[in-house]
């Protein structure tokens, strides 16, 4: 175990020395149009973190000139490419602070929409098959908000019909997350926490898997309750709505 430790230490010093090393390398000083072709290379290649590295560098020597807005763009895709989410959101943001009429503006909340969608997303998880909808869905709400920005603002975009997709994904990511809510308070008996919670399901989530789960849920606690007439009708919802 010590052995294994030290190797883990001895790996996670290199790591930090190699990325100290790395910011200090420096970026020629050449015209705009090389440096913007060079980190075009790069993207194109995958090579995300030398496209960062030239790109930084155009938009610090070059904040107006004819590359200014596209280098903004590229940031934003090589930042979410490279799992940079949070410099990605700072970008992104500020691309939306400078440029709200830009024609690219679709492309630029679906990477916001992408981005969070990472944020939200948790490779372990994905990796153990750990079912984690406990977790606070803050992310893919704020995921959800950014597609459906774009869908009703560019109906047109090419981005429009991914973007729809995915907010069908997001919208039963947050209602699994509710159902892991109304399971935990069903099994503490705290049925009326579960009557209002599975009500607001059916206010918000009405067209998803989670929330047809969550009727019969919501039939009980109406039972335990001694409310059997709406509890007949949680039942009939149910029945007419098969999982």
Same mark, same amino acid.
């Given at each position: 175990?010590?052995?294994?430790? !030290?190797?883990?230490?001895?790996?996670?010093?290199?790591? /930090?020395?190699?990325?100290?090393?790395?910011?200090?390398?420096?970026?020629?000083?050449?015209?705009?149009?090389?440096?913007?072709?060079?980190?075009? =290379?790069?993207?194109?290649?995958?090579?995300? &973190?030398?496209?960062?590295?030239?790109?930084?560098?155009?938009?610090?020597?070059?904040?107006?000139?004819?590359?200014?807005?596209?280098?903004?763009?590229?940031?934003?895709? /090589?930042?979410?490419?490279?799992?940079?989410?949070?410099?990605?959101?700072?970008?992104?943001?500020?691309?939306?602070?400078?440029?709200?009429?830009?024609?690219?503006?679709?492309?630029?909340?679906?990477?916001?929409?992408?981005?969070?969608?990472?944020?939200?997303?948790?490779?372990?998880?994905?990796?153990?098959?750990?079912?984690?909808?406990?977790?606070?869905?803050?992310?893919?709400?704020?995921?959800?908000?950014?597609?459906?920005?774009?869908?009703?603002?560019?109906?047109?975009?090419?981005?429009?019909?991914?973007?729809?997709?995915?907010?069908?994904?997001?919208?039963?990511? =947050?209602?699994?997350?509710?159902?892991?809510? =109304?399971?935990?308070?069903?099994?503490?008996?705290?049925? =009326?926490?579960?009557?209002?919670?599975?009500?607001?399901?059916?206010?918000?989530?009405?067209? !998803?898997?989670?929330? &047809?789960?969550?009727?019969?849920?919501?039939?009980?606690?109406?039972?335990?309750?001694?409310?059997?007439?709406?509890?007949?009708?949680?039942?009939?919802? &149910?029945?007419?709505?098969?999982?």
């Amino acid at each position: 175990m010590k052995k294994i430790s !030290t190797v883990l230490i001895i790996g996670a010093v290199s790591t /930090a020395l190699i990325g100290c090393s790395s910011k200090k390398e420096e970026v020629a000083d050449v015209p705009a149009s090389e440096l913007y072709a060079e980190a075009q =290379v790069a993207l194109k290649a995958g090579d995300y &973190r030398e496209a960062i590295k030239q790109l930084e560098a155009l938009d610090t020597r070059y904040p107006f000139g004819e590359y200014s807005q596209q280098t903004q763009i590229d940031l934003i895709y /090589a930042y979410y490419k490279s799992g940079e989410y949070p410099l990605a959101q700072a970008a992104i943001e500020r691309f939306e602070r400078l440029n709200p009429t830009h024609p690219k503006l679709d492309y630029v909340l679906y990477l916001k929409g992408l981005t969070n969608m990472a944020l939200d997303d948790n490779t372990l998880q994905r990796w153990l098959w750990v079912d984690r909808s406990d977790r606070d869905p803050k992310h893919a709400k704020a995921a959800f908000a950014d597609f459906n920005r774009l869908v009703y603002e560019f109906p047109e975009s090419e981005f429009a019909a991914d973007s729809y997709k995915r907010m069908v994904a997001l919208k039963e990511r =947050v209602a699994r997350h509710q159902l892991s809510v =109304v399971e935990y308070y069903h099994k503490r008996g705290a049925y =009326v926490a579960v009557v209002n919670r599975v009500e607001q399901m059916l206010k918000d989530y009405p067209d !998803t898997e989670s929330t &047809r789960k969550a009727l019969a849920l919501l039939e009980n606690a109406y039972r335990q309750l001694n409310l059997n007439e709406q509890a007949d009708k949680a039942a009939a919802l &149910r029945d007419a709505n098969p999982i």
